[in-house]
């Protein structure tokens, strides 16, 4: 029998496969898949059902409220919330979530570095956007291989 730990593991190596296509298309076209977000959410639910998964939807729900408000005013792209919402539903604690917010400005920040830069100097007609998926991902990345891994490492 397979045990609860090794399934976990296996299911966020498959939301981490999730995330590196949505950098890609995120990095080339400026999108992140609504199919993407829902294989996370579906891998996230499995995890719950058949891993050691914990769900957290009070954190989940909080943001996507806050998301709206933040993609009303322009100011974040709506698969960006997505992808972030759908992702703070595995991370279990308080501390975690509120390491994964900030750990998600950290790796923003470079981005809107490099984006203010390609701005000033190539002057482009449509302006520039973040590829912000890539900062998300980053995060997660980070959050779970240091608290969600349960065999592997």
Request: glycine share 10%; hydrophobic share 55%; with cysteine.
């Amino acid at each position: 029998m397979i045990s609860h730990g090794l399934i976990n593991d296996i299911i966020l190596l498959l939301i981490w496969g999730c995330l590196l296509v949505s950098c890609y298309t995120d990095l080339t076209r400026r999108t992140i898949s609504n199919y993407i977000v829902g294989i996370i959410f579906i891998l996230t639910i499995l995890n719950f059902i058949f891993g050691d998964g914990q769900l957290n939807y009070s954190a989940s729900g909080i943001f996507l409220i806050c998301g709206f408000f933040m993609f009303y005013c322009r100011f974040v792209g709506a698969g960006d919330i997505k992808l972030i919402t759908v992702l703070l539903i595995s991370i279990p604690s308080g501390s975690s979530v509120l390491s994964f917010l900030m750990i998600i400005t950290l790796f923003g920040l470079p981005l809107a570095i490099i984006a203010i830069i390609y701005k000033h100097l190539k002057k482009p007609e449509g302006g520039v956007t973040l590829p912000y998926g890539i900062a998300i991902s980053a995060s997660y990345f980070l959050i779970s291989s240091i608290t969600l891994f349960k065999v592997i490492f």
